[in-house]
């Protein structure tokens, strides 16, 4: 499911956004990302699986296992950057929150630009009153890419706030588990009212 190493196909891809990020038209259900492509979030998936493969190998003394899967994620990494980011810039396609959390996360950017995008990133966050972007999986890269940066003021800001889109909103709405949106919906609009995220 791959074509010159971008991935072709991803169903879900950044699923479960805050409504004003989502496509009411995806899937039937209105939870599909509007802003981050399906492509880009599977291609980061792709690279992530495969440095996972690379250092499973290496702990199992797998050394050709290793040297495989490292030089995979290599070509993967490439062609996500020829595809989505200009060098130098920190903005990795339209630069929400999605396409930065990954692209950090993953250690998908050259080194010397990944402190420019985490800055990007935050200030953006922080100019839209912490509305963010990302979906429910995507939401936890995020926290631990504040972190990864020194943002932590702007770490505690996002994990304490109450208001919608956040984990105390579902609190003050009665969760005491994460939901799969974060709207609160009571029947079969909520696929999950306990969610991985």
């Known amino acids: 499911n791959s074509t010159d190493y971008l991935i072709n196909y991803s169903y879900y891809g950044d699923w479960g956004s805050p409504a004003y990020a989502c496509d009411p038209n995806s899937?039937?259900?209105?939870a599909g990302s509007k802003l981050t492509p399906n492509q880009l979030f599977?291609?980061?998936i792709f690279i992530a699986s495969c440095?996972?493969?690379a250092e499973f190998a290496r702990l199992l003394?797998?050394?050709?296992?290793e040297r495989k899967y490292h030089a995979l994620s290599e070509?993967?990494?490439a062609a996500f950057l020829k595809k989505w980011y200009v060098k130098g810039s920190g903005r990795v396609y339209q630069g929400d929150h999605t396409?930065?959390?990954l692209a950090l996360y993953f250690d998908i950017l050259p080194e010397e630009d990944r402190a420019k995008a985490a800055?990007?990133?935050?200030?953006?966050?922080v100019e839209h009153g912490y509305r963010f972007t990302t979906g429910a999986i995507s939401l936890r890269l995020l926290t631990d890419v504040l972190v990864k940066f020194g943002y932590l003021e702007e770490f505690y800001e996002l994990v304490t706030r109450d208001q919608y889109p956040s984990l105390g909103y579902m609190v003050q709405c009665g969760a005491t588990t994460t939901w799969e949106k974060f709207e609160y919906i009571d029947g079969?609009?909520?696929n999950a009212h306990t969610h991985c995220a």
């Open 119 to 125: 800055k990007l990133l935050r200030d953006d966050l």
């Open 75 to 77: 070509k993967i990494k």
């Open 99 to 101: 396409c930065q959390v």
């Open 188 to 190: 079969p609009g909520m």
């Open 61 to 65: 003394d797998k050394q050709e296992d």
């Open 51 to 53: 440095s996972t493969m």
């Open 27 to 30: 899937m039937g259900t209105g």
């Open 42 to 44: 599977g291609t980061a």
